[in-house]
């Protein structure tokens, strides 16, 4: 058996994976015509693609179930020093920030990552408007109970509208990694991934609507109809449909999505 | 993708959650310091590889490092729990027996490895993220591939060239 010079360099993987120039893969093509254990050890990575292509996708905790998950989260969050500072700042004004974050999107826009911009923009808005003091908030309400005046009465309103944000706090999280996605780069199994996502929230979604729209809280019906209308764009889409992503995007930025569902959710 | 990312890691939900719970909380920290001219998505692949590592670091002996070559050659010598390739084998499923085998791979072999192969990243970009010389980020490319072919070939000598 003749020895082979790239048994023990990483040619082979570099070529299988699209990491070689140009001449080094003409260089391991002519390899390859000669040397048959660097043939197998090629197909041995096609085989390895293959059966793991096949296995399933783990993506979200067991049976989808997030609101352990963005329960602890809450609390870690919280007790986190650094987000105890982030309310303070919020807590301080956020228009000087506002200003400030516009300008650098303005200039993030002017570059080439228009959707991803508008994504990164949102997302600091939704800071901005204090979605973490909210949350701290309600934990120092827990471990304080309060002395002051009676804590105000609950009605099915209120009750719907403390669903209905939790709801939307969770789903925010999915329409926010639907705007930092890049369709031009995104890989099959997130689109996949966001899809999936997107339909386990259509129907509590629908539900919530529904109860809005009787209960005369326009405000909240009018959210979740955008909320639905994008979660069925995206989750009712082609995997293969290489547009679908821009397309949610755009319906996103158009009705200020994220933004209305934080203000909802504030309220 | 970072709960995906995480478990490819962790291989349970447990550590998983763990991991994501340690970038979102990141991502919530450091947004006010993203760099605009950066990719969104290679910033949180960075957060998450990161997250990963310290994750390992945490519930790893003192004085480990992931990418070192004593600690290659230790964790080498040192495989994870969990089922060897043979007995998966049995089990019939060559993916099965790959994901078992990643398992097994040392913590920077395996983050190399996922960021390549599931995720698409180039090894630049892994290097850039890691803050390693790119023949580095090869050199465990190399070596992971190198061991999931040992699972392959055991795997088709135990089931007789059915896997």
Known sequence: MTHCELLDAPDIELYFYGELPQADRVRVDAHLLRCAACRQRLDDLHAIRRALADRPVVDAPPTGDWSGFMRRLGAAVSQSPSADQSVDAVGRGSAVPAARTSIRFAAAAAAMLAIVGVGIYAAFRVREAAPISRQTTNVEIAAHPPTGPAPAVRTPDSSLREVTAEHLERSKLVVLGLTALDPKQTHAGDWQYERRLAGTLLDDTRLYREMAQERGMDDVARVMRDLETVLIETSMSEATDREALSRVQRLIAKRDLVVKMQLVAAN | ?163
């Open chain 2, 1 to 163: 993708m970072v709960y995906r990312l995480a478990y490819q890691f962790a291989g349970n939900h447990y550590d998983a959650e763990d991991i994501a719970q340690d970038v979102f909380i990141k991502v919530f920290r450091s947004l006010d310091r993203f760099r605009y001219d950066a990719q969104l998505t290679s910033w949180l692949y960075r957060i998450v590889m990161n997250a990963c590592i310290d994750h390992k670091r945490r519930h790893a002996p003192a004085g480990w490092a992931p990418f070192t070559e004593d600690a290659e050659l230790r964790m080498a010598n040192t495989p994870e729990e969990g089922p060897g390739p043979e007995d998966q084998a049995y089990g019939g499923q060559l993916g099965e027996v790959l994901e078992a085998e990643i398992a097994r791979l040392p913590p920077g072999q395996r983050l190399v490895f996922t960021m390549r192969h599931h995720e698409g990243l180039k090894l630049s970009e892994i290097a850039d993220a890691l803050g390693l010389a790119e023949g580095t980020v090869k050199r465990q490319l190399h070596a992971a591939v190198h061991r999931l072919r040992a699972a392959l070939t055991n795997a088709r000598v135990t089931t007789g060239g059915a896997a």
